[in-house]
C-alpha cells in the first residue's frame, strides 16, 4: 500500500485553484522531487501534505500506518528564523515537541535523539554555540537535524539548498540521499534540476492548473519538458 497518494486532487489559495488533477502516489523509501516554475503551487502542496492546509477538492491518503507527527518537515528559512536566539541543541530538540507532548521537559530519549542526529550530520562540535552565528551551510544542517528528530517516515523539504554555495549545497544533497538510503522517503522541493536529477528517483513537474509529469527520473529525461528543465536542450 502507498505511504502518501494523492487522487485527482486540487490545491490552491484564497479560493483560488493553483494547480488541479494532481495524482501521485509514493511508497515507503521514495525519492520524489517536486519542481516547476514559481507559483505552480510546490510549496502549497508541502503545506496539504502536512495538514496545514485543506485542498480544494480530490484525496490525500496515507497508508502504511502513516501518521501526521511521523512526518518532519525542513522549510525556507525566513531571515527572521536565521536569528533565531538559541543554542544549536535548543533548535534541534524542539524537533521533539511534538514527541513531548505536556511533558514540560525532554525525556532523556529524546536528548539522546537529538543528540544522535546531530552526530549523524556532524554539528555535535557546535551544539553549544547560538544558532544565528553559523553559516548558511550549518545553520541547514541543524534544521534537518531538527526535521529528523520531528520525523520518523518522511521528510519534507523546502528548497534545502537555497541560499547555500556550491559546496556547501552539494555536501546537504548528500546528506538528505545519505538519509534517504537509510530508509527515509524523502520528498524535496527544488529549482535545482541538475541536482533533482541526480539524486531524485521521481519527480513530480507541475505546471500552473496542471500537473505536467510524475514518474521515474529516467522517463521524465525522455519527455521535452524534462529534456528542457534539465538543460539537454533548448527551450523553443
Do not use: W
Amino acid at each position: 500500500m502507498p505511504q502518501i497518494a494523492c487522487h485527482n486532487l486540487t490545491i490552491g489559495y484564497e479560493g483560488k485553484a493553483v494547480v488541479s488533477g494532481l495524482n501521485f502516489s509514493l511508497d515507503p523509501g521514495d525519492y520524489l522531487c517536486v519542481v516547476g516554475e514559481n507559483g505552480s503551487g510546490k510549496s502549497t502542496l508541502m503545506k496539504v501534505m502536512l495538514n496545514l492546509k485543506p485542498p480544494m477538492s480530490g484525496k490525500l491518503v496515507t497508508g502504511s500506518g502513516l501518521r501526521s507527527n511521523e512526518i518532519g518537515y525542513l522549510p525556507q528559512q525566513t531571515p527572521v528564523q536565521k536569528d533565531f536566539p538559541a543554542s544549536v541543541t535548543e533548535v534541534v530538540r524542539s524537533g521533539c515537541l511534538n514527541r513531548r507532548g505536556l511533558r514540560p521537559f525532554y525525556s532523556q530519549a529524546e536528548k539522546n535523539l537529538a543528540r544522535r542526529y546531530m552526530d549523524k550530520l556532524g554539528i555535535s562540535d557546535i551544539a553549544k554555540r547560538c544558532y544565528r552565528e553559523l553559516s548558511g551551510g550549518q545553520q541547514q544542517r541543524v534544521l534537518l537535524a531538527r526535521a529528523l528528530c520531528a520525523a520518523r517516515k518522511i521528510i519534507l523539504l523546502d528548497e534545502p539548498a537555497a541560499g547555500l554555495d556550491p559546496m556547501a549545497g552539494q555536501d546537504m544533497y548528500a546528506l538528505i540521499s545519505k538519509l534517504n538510503s537509510e530508509g527515509i522517503t524523502v520528498i524535496m522541493v527544488s529549482h535545482d534540476i541538475p541536482a533533482a536529477v541526480k539524486y531524485a528517483g521521481k519527480i513530480l513537474h507541475i505546471g500552473k492548473q496542471s500537473s505536467l509529469f510524475f514518474g521515474q527520473v529516467k522517463d521524465y529525461l525522455k519527455t521535452e519538458i524534462g529534456r528542457v528543465y534539465a538543460g539537454l536542450e533548448e527551450e523553443a
